[in-house]
């Protein structure tokens, strides 16, 4: 079994900046795709970053030049450095494993950049 605890989200003003971590149980964590996923009222949730085992990373388009996903493996923990924050960012960001044609979710987290 998968635990994922997200935190960090909150308000901040455009151009901001917010860390995102989350925090993972289980033994898998080291061989687990780790991703942040995002969803907005009305939208369906989206990728927005992913990081394998490896550290091989890939960002969804609008977040690329902005965010960095990042896994500490001692710690179990994922992160996403989230800068020049935008109002379209706004969303519940979720953290997100796979391992083994399972995905994990956490609760999520509130992200509101607004003035």
């Known amino acids: 079994q998968v635990q994922l605890v997200e935190s960090g989200g909150g308000l901040v003003q455009p151009g901001g900046s917010l860390r995102l971590s989350c925090a993972a149980s289980?033994?898998?964590?080291?061989?687990?795709?780790m991703g942040w996923y995002r969803q907005a009222p009305g939208k369906e949730r989206e990728s927005v970053a992913v990081?394998?085992?490896?550290?091989?990373?890939n960002y969804a388009d609008s977040a690329k030049g902005r965010f960095t996903i990042s896994r500490d493996d001692a710690k179990n923990m994922v992160y996403l450095q989230m800068n020049s924050l935008k109002p379209e960012d706004t969303a519940v960001y979720y953290c997100?494993?796979?391992?083994?044609?399972?995905?994990?979710w956490g609760q999520g987290t509130q992200v509101t950049v607004s003035s």
């Open positions: 997100s494993a796979y391992y083994l044609t399972k995905q994990y």
């Open positions: 289980g033994s898998i964590f080291s061989s687990a795709l």
């Open positions: 990081i394998t085992s490896g550290r091989l990373t």
